[in-house]
């Protein structure tokens, strides 16, 4: 997608908003600023500004402030928010999610169920303008439409499938009674049966489908949902994943950036490995902040920001340490080591990987502290919002989910293929070292699992050798790292219950914490709804 085609996207919500769908009270009043419902004749090429209301909302879903980008990578092995000199602690907010003890308030669970269903209600609104004619549609743009509408919030249903699992199912936008709760199982079902209905009716393009729900990105959602089926409802799904991957690896519509870093550049909209992305815009589409959390404020002067950083995430040590040196993403992912100012060329600081704790017995990271999150590429003068789109499904991971599936039927080898074919920009400076074995990928992981102690060394080190899968598991968190992908992985291969890393141990009750709790406001508000196990 152009720069240009992202700007006219970006900007459809702006054009949205001088549309009302309310009768005007004053009928001598000669209005200009709106256009009035009987007069609004919308078309196909009107559909980007129609739409744009439930896409926009996916930016404060997927990276707004302590939602689902902070719920799924603050629980995992990969990122940490420890106390610093300048605070951090936040009445212990982030060590809860790190030790896995959060309550039924807090926030970072609750703020993606909000934000879920503000998308799933944006599109049954729109879905119900269409059906009543309010936006009268020619009959087979209005169906392609609500196709596309149903599988955007199918995503929505997909979140809180995957986060909190027993969640009421809301589609019709006039219902104002309180609704029902599902058991995951009746969630799991509605998500599959709402794509597999509406794949056929949506559109094949790639290019002016940027940022949308078209046929591939449905499909690539779906094999998301299956490979996950046997924690979400017990049984697996392997074949399907197979399925629903060569779809889209026969199309030919997509390819591996040759460059990884442009994945995440400023201008991803133009790599031809995104299949879905929720783009952002720093002036347009704000809301991209991962900078402003994870720089130190110093960085200001490394990359002449516009903005103060706040300095607050950085990398696991241990996690680091699994990777090979060699592996080119260690470097495209992470800030490390000397810092220089962008003018004077002045070291202005340094970051460590050592991290002494997460706090709350008095231990303080310094400012320096923890390796920090750079894989979205920060321009020089960046603002406090980035430009760069969150990839949410991008080839590599198609071709992952698939050689994970051989993996686990046994075709080890095929799935070794697969995995190399990723592996291989990541090692262009030794190419030998890009090619893995069926064998390797069935050995256990390179993590050293364990707590840390505050000098950093592991006590207690129950590794990761005995991680069925787990040298696979560890491609995944090469390859995925800072993309929300690692609690739902760690979950699949068993970690997230049983090991401990830096500051975390396994929770006395560990299988419930799989599920986050239904939120004790929601709860209060609809006597229907029983809380998850465990909280």
């Not at 419902?37 to 090429?45: G, I, M, N, T």
């Not at 400012?367 to 760069?388: C, H, M, P, Q, V």
Request: hydrophobic content about 35%; overall charge negative.
């Amino acid at each position: 997608m152009s720069r240009n085609n992202k700007y006219i996207w970006m900007t459809a919500l702006v054009g949205f908003g001088l549309l009302s769908f309310n009768s005007c009270t004053d009928l001598s009043e000669e209005v200009f600023s709106e256009v009035l419902e009987k007069e609004y004749q919308p078309q196909e090429r009107d559909l980007p500004t129609i739409l744009a209301p439930v896409y926009a909302s996916f930016r404060n879903l997927m990276f707004g402030w302590q939602g689902y980008f902070d719920l799924q990578e603050e629980s995992a092995d990969h990122i940490i928010t420890p106390v610093r000199p300048n605070g951090w602690d936040d009445a212990g907010t982030y060590r809860r999610m790190h030790q896995h003890t959060w309550t039924t308030i807090q926030w970072q669970p609750y703020n993606t169920w909000q934000q879920a269903y503000s998308s799933i209600t944006k599109a049954n609104r729109v879905i119900m303008q269409i059906e009543d004619g309010t936006l009268p549609l020619p009959e087979s743009v209005g169906k392609s439409a609500i196709a596309e509408l149903r599988a955007a919030r199918a995503l929505a249903y997909y979140l809180l499938l995957d986060n909190h699992g027993n969640v009421p199912i809301v589609t019709d936008y006039r219902d104002v009674s309180l609704p029902e709760q599902k058991t995951r199982k009746e969630v799991y079902d509605f998500v599959v049966n709402e794509l597999t209905t509406v794949i056929p009716l949506l559109s094949n393009e790639v290019g002016s489908m940027y940022g949308r729900m078209n046929v591939w990105a449905a499909r690539a959602l779906l094999a998301k949902v299956y490979l996950n089926s046997e924690v979400y409802v017990g049984v697996s799904s392997w074949d399907k994943v197979i399925g629903l991957t060569d779809d889209i690896i026969n199309a030919n519509k997509y390819r591996l950036d040759t460059e990884y870093k442009s994945v995440f550049s400023p201008t991803n909209q133009n790599s031809p490995e995104i299949i879905f992305s929720v783009p952002y815009d720093e002036v347009y589409g704000q809301g991209s902040q991962i900078h402003m959390k994870t720089l130190d404020p110093l960085s200001r002067l490394v990359y002449n920001m516009a903005a103060g950083p706040w300095g607050g995430n950085c990398a696991v040590p241990q996690f680091i340490d699994s990777y090979d040196k060699e592996d080119q993403r260690l470097y495209d992912s992470w800030i490390q080591g000397p810092q220089y100012h962008a003018t004077t060329g002045e070291l202005v600081i340094t970051y460590e990987k050592a991290v002494p704790g997460i706090g709350g017995d008095g231990t303080i990271a310094a400012s320096n502290a923890g390796y920090r999150i750079g894989k979205y590429e920060i321009k020089k003068g960046a603002t406090n919002n980035l430009d760069n789109d969150y990839p949410m499904f991008r080839y590599a991971d198609v071709l992952l989910m698939k050689a994970e599936a051989l993996l686990r039927t046994g075709r080890e080898g095929d799935a070794a293929v697969l995995v190399s074919q990723v592996r291989e920009r990541a090692f262009r400076a030794n190419p030998t070292k890009a090619t893995v074995s069926g064998a390797d990928l069935l050995a256990g992981s390179k993590y050293n699992y364990g707590l840390q102690n505050k000098d950093g060394s592991v006590a207690g080190t129950n590794g990761g050798q005995d991680i069925k899968y787990g040298r696979f598991l560890d491609e995944l968190g090469w390859e995925f790292t800072a993309e929300a992908h690692r609690r739902q992985d760690i979950i699949r291969f068993g970690v997230f219950q049983t090991k401990s890393w830096f500051n975390h141990a396994p929770h006395a009750n560990a299988q419930s914490r799989t599920l986050f709790p239904i939120p004790n406001d929601e709860i209060n508000k609809n006597p229907k709804l029983k809380q998850n196990t465990g909280y």
